[in-house]
Nanobody
Framework: QVQLVESGGGLVQAGGSLRLSCAASGRTFSNYAMGWFRQAPGKEREFVAAITRSSENTKYADSVKGRFTISRDNGKNTVYLQMNSLKPEDTAVYYC????????????????????WGQGTQVTVSS
């Protein structure tokens, strides 16, 4: 079992930046592909970004391409989401998720692929 704890959320003005972190513990972090998802009030949880085990590949939702960057540091057991040029529609609770030993990125935008989830961190973007 891997435990995930997100941090770094907060309130920011439109156009601003935030960096989210997700610290993992309990298992070998480098065995897991990692994803970020978000859920706004009244909406379903949606895919934001994902990264493979050794950072060889990343995947992004169209809505965040060019603005968000996912990265990981396997030595620190942490995955990051750098969010730039934030918009009010980015307001949501952001969750990190882990999937054990999956190859490639084809399925990493599917929330059902992930077995482990953090508790989430709130991001609010004011206009």
């Amino acid at each position: 079992q891997v435990q995930l704890v997100e941090s770094g959320g907060g309130l920011v003005q439109a156009g601003g930046s935030l960096r989210l972190s997700c610290a993992a513990s309990g298992r070998t972090f480098s065995n897991y592909a990692m994803g970020w998802f978000r859920q706004a009030p009244g909406k379903e949880r949606e895919f934001v970004a994902a990264i493979t085990r050794s950072s060889e590949n990343t995947k992004y939702a169209d809505s965040v391409k060019g603005r968000f960057t996912i990265s990981r540091d396997n030595g620190k057991n942490t995955v990051y989401l750098q969010m730039n040029s934030l918009k009010p529609e980015d307001t949501a609770v952001y969750y990190c998720a882990a999937r054990f030993q999956i190859v490639g990125t084809a399925l990493l935008n599917d929330r059902n692929v992930y077995a482990h989830w953090g508790q989430g961190t709130q991001v609010t973007v004011s206009s």
